[in-house]
C-alpha cells in the first residue's frame, strides 16, 4: 500500500483515501471550437504512459477534496515528490 501525502491537509495518508485521475499537466485545447475529430481524440484519450518518471494528479477523496500532483517511478512505485496545482516538478525524467 502506497502512503501519500497530501499538500493541502499536510498529513500521510492511506492509498485508500485518494482516486488517481491520471497523467497531469495535460495542455487543454486553446481553441475548442475549432479542434479536429483527431485533435480532441488526442487530448481526451491519448497519455505518454512512460515506464519510469510519470507526473500524475491525484485527488484526496475522503479528505480535502483537492487535486495535487505526485511524481512517482511507475517501475517501483516510489512517490518521488508531491506537489500542488500551478506548481512546477522539481523532479524530471532523465533523457
Same mark, same amino acid.
Given at each position: ?9 499536510? *498529513?500521510? =495518508?492511506?492509498? *485508500? ?9 495535460? $495542455? ?36 480535502? =477534496? ?5 511524481? =512517482?517511478?511507475?517501475?517501483?512505485? *516510489? ?13 524530471? $525524467?532523465?533523457?
Amino acid at each position: 500500500m502506497l502512503h501519500i501525502y497530501c499538500p493541502h491537509c499536510e *498529513e500521510l =495518508r492511506e492509498e *485508500e483515501e485518494f482516486h488517481c485521475s491520471g497523467e497531469a499537466h495535460i $495542455a487543454r485545447p486553446l481553441d475548442p471550437d475549432n479542434c479536429t475529430d483527431a485533435e480532441w481524440g488526442e487530448y481526451i484519450f491519448f497519455r505518454k504512459n512512460p515506464r519510469g518518471i510519470q507526473h500524475e494528479m491525484w485527488y484526496h477523496t475522503t479528505g480535502c =477534496r483537492k487535486f495535487f500532483n505526485v511524481t =512517482r517511478d511507475t517501475q517501483t512505485y *516510489e512517490i518521488k515528490e508531491v506537489y500542488k496545482i500551478g506548481e512546477q516538478p522539481k523532479v524530471v $525524467a532523465e533523457g
